[in-house]
Structure formats: C-alpha cells, structure tokens
C-alpha cells in the first residue's frame, strides 16, 4: 500500500476541499488501474447528471490523479495517499461515498460478466448509460503535445509516420510474445513507420514481471507521465497494444487502435469505437477471465501455458495494422 502524504502536502488537499464544505456533493473512490479508471469515467459523467446539484469528488491512486483531472468529470480529485481521507465523509456529509469494485476484485474473486466495461461500472454506480456509448473523451494539454512534439523532433521521428505500441506490463497470461513484437515492428519500420514504445520496464503489483524492449521501436518506457503519454497518443497514427491501460487512454484521446486479446474478451473491454479492432486467436478458451466460478489463472497461472497470447499471428496484426493506416474499416 502506497505511504500515506506528508502531513504539509495533505494540508494543502484538505484546502482544496474547502469550497466543498456545507454543499451536496458525492464521493466515489476508486483505486487501481488506468483502464477501470477512464472505463468508470462515463459512469461518472452519468452520475453527474442524476444529481446535478451536487459536486463530485473521486478518490484515486497517486499516480490517476493528474489523468484523472484532465477528464474533467470530477469537480475535485484526491489521491487516496491523502492523510485523514476516512474523515472525508464525516466532514462533506456526501449524499453518496461509494467504492466501486468489480467482481473478479472480491475475495474470493467472483465471475466477470461478459458485459461491456463502463456499462458495469455504471451499473455499480446505479446510473445508466445512454447510447452511444463512448469513451470519455481526454484533450490533453497543449503546452504537453508541444512538449512532446519537440521530443519527437528530436528523435527524428515525423507525426505522419508515428505507431506507438505498449506490450505491457501487466499480468502475464495478457501479454503477446516478445518475438511477435519485433515480428511487428519489423513489418511497420519496413512499411516507413516509426515505432514507440511506451510503458514501464517493470510492474507495480508483480515484483517477477519484467518488460523487455522491443527490438527496433524507440524505447520510451518509464519515460512518460500519463498527460504526456496522452499527448503522444493524440499524435499517433496508430497505437497497437494488449489489454491494459493504454489502450483505454488511446480510445480516450480519439486515435485508431488496434486490441490484442486472449484471457479477457474483448468485446466486454475494448472501448465502443469505430476505430477500434480487436484481434485474438481461434481458441476455444478464449476470454477465460469470464468463466462460472471467478477467473483462476491471475494468480495460478494458465494450464494451457497462454496459447490464447501464443496463438495471435503476427501476420494478423499487421493486416489488421495495415487496414487502420489505409483508413479502410474492416475485421482483423
């Protein structure tokens, strides 16, 4: 568990909320990872409007809260390091203080419908999502896009040739193998496109997970805060990557994408848009994550060694790369 914040910097919080005091608001708090943070965006923005009057304050993770203000849902976000955050309800009087949790988060970990993400967690929040559904949409900053096209300058790398892919980290059963990645990126320098990496080297909540690099993209892993990686996303022409966050940040920001996906389905993650593809093996244990019974393999490992990761050709992915560049709609 992250250290809670030094007693000066929680003061400072705590004047933040000072507005907040004597008026209707709600609290949600909800901690964890990016994608379930932005997929909860549209239920917020749902639950806004069930109770106009009142002022919503989400809670998060330290490292969501910069992200999580550039959504602009939230009237006011906290990081959940804040010193004396259990008081926040004795002191605002919320209408609502609810924590969101997700089925497969529950011990023991329950079974994960095959449900579209943001709709469970609208559900979770008792609020309704209206058709379309979309993601929250995130306009990064401009002094961050600046900053990132000088970076991008100075790589030698040009915005109309830009493909950012993240491979991981993240649990191991969702990751792609290393030699299909450079399979990939092969196949897209070889086509005249520039290839970023973004990421981190290693995993906050599996110490033995190490992300390697992948050969021939321009390394930026742990480089990146997550305006900034919005603000790199917004300038991609493509963004390739398996079931993690980035991939709900790239829908945010609008760019084409390409989804790879095995233990978890797809149809119940990758954000409702049309310049999304999800692109996944011909396997019949497919999208496990969601069996009778709470998923397993988190914490146990697969018994069929990740074939549903093994099994993407990378063939498939650069065909399906190949359809997005062209602009041309179509299944991988």
């Known amino acids: 568990m992250a250290e809670s914040m030094s007693w000066m910097r929680s003061l400072r919080e705590w004047l933040r909320l000072l507005p907040f005091i004597g008026r209707p608001c709600l609290i949600v708090r909800r901690y964890g990872g990016l994608g379930d943070l932005l997929s909860l965006m549209p239920g917020l923005e749902a639950l806004k409007q069930k109770h106009p009057a009142h002022a919503l304050i989400l809670v998060t993770s330290p490292g969501l809260v910069k992200i999580a203000a550039l959504a602009g849902v939230a009237a ?24 969101p949790q997700l089925a497969d988060e529950l011990e023991p970990p329950g079974q994960r419908r095959r449900r579209l993400l943001m709709e469970e967690f609208a559900g979770l929040l008792r609020v309704e999502l209206k ?36 491979s991981g980290p993240s649990w191991p059963v969702k ?43 321009i390394d930026w892993r ?49 954000p409702p848009m049309p310049e999304a593809t999800a692109v996944h093996a011909d396997i019949a244990c497919l999208g496990c994550h969601h069996q009778a019974g709470g998923p397993l393999h988190w914490r146990s490992g697969c018994p069929h060694e990740v074939a549903c990761m093994k099994l993407i050709d990378p063939d498939m992915v650069i065909r399906a790369c190949e359809l997005r560049l062209n602009r041309e709609a179509g299944p991988a």
Do not use: Y
């Not at 006011?76 to 004396?84: A, D, E, F, N, Y």
């Open 76 to 99: 006011l976000v906290l990081p959940s390091t804040l010193r004396g955050s259990g008081w926040l309800a004795t002191v605002l009087k919320p209408a609502l203080d609810i924590t």
């Open 131 to 166: 058709a379309p559904l979309q993601p929250v949409r995130i306009q990064p900053q401009a002094q961050g896009q600046e900053a990132v096209r000088a970076r991008l300058a100075d790589a030698g790398v040009p915005l109309e040739k830009l493909v950012v892919i993240h």
């Open 175 to 217: 990751h792609w193998p290393e030699a299909h990645w450079c399979r990939l990126v092969e196949a897209l320098k070889a086509r005249g496109h520039a290839v970023i990496q973004t990421g981190a080297k290693g995993h906050d909540g599996n110490a033995e997970v190490q992300m390697p690099a992948v050969e021939g993209a």
């Open 222 to 270: 742990d480089r990146l805060e997550l305006p900034e990686l919005a603000a790199l996303l917004s300038l991609a022409r493509l963004f390739v990557g398996i079931d993690s966050g980035p991939l709900h940040l790239a829908a945010s920001v609008g760019v084409p994408m390409i989804g790879l996906f095995g233990p978890t389905d797809a149809s119940s993650i990758l």
